[in-house]
Nanobody, 126 residues
Framework: QVQLVESGGGLVQPGDSLTLSCAAS??????????MGWFRQAPGKEREFVAA????????NYAESVQGRFTISRDNAKNSVYLQMNSLKPEDTAVYYC????WGTGTIDSVEYDYWGQGTQVTVSS
């Protein structure tokens, strides 16, 4: 199994920055073989893709709505993935979920991800 634990959410003002972290653990987790990424779900809306790395870390994929503002990164030594969020907007308000997928391509399709964290709330409001 793989466990994913997110942290770093909170209440911020428009224009602020925030970094989310996700720590992975479990016998089935293999840094060298896991695509990792982030999805989010706003109140009353469907879950949507935010960003992801493919399993080899050679390709990154971003949603158009966050391109140029958000950056995904990984620290394999810490089994962690991060989401640096800059220039936050009220429409970024959502619960953010960390995801992982063995041999994954970093796809935008949520059904491809086998492992999900519990989520962390990000609220952008003045």
């Amino acid at each position: 199994q793989v466990q994913l634990v997110e942290s770093g959410g909170g209440l911020v003002q428009p224009g602020d920055s925030l970094t989310l972290s996700c720590a992975a653990s479990g016998r089935a987790f293999d840094n060298a073989a896991m695509a990792m990424g982030w999805f989010r779900q706003a109140p009353g809306k469907e879950r949507e893709f935010v960003a992801a790395d493919n399993w080899s870390g050679t390709s990154r994929n971003y949603a158009e709505s966050v391109q140029g503002r958000f950056t995904i990164s990984r620290d394999n030594a810490k089994n962690s993935v991060y989401l640096q969020m800059n220039s936050l907007k009220p429409e970024d308000t959502a619960v953010y979920y960390c995801v992982a997928d063995r041999w994954g391509t970093g796809t935008i399709d949520s059904v491809e991800y086998d492992y999900w964290g519990q989520g962390t709330q990000v609220t952008v409001s003045s």
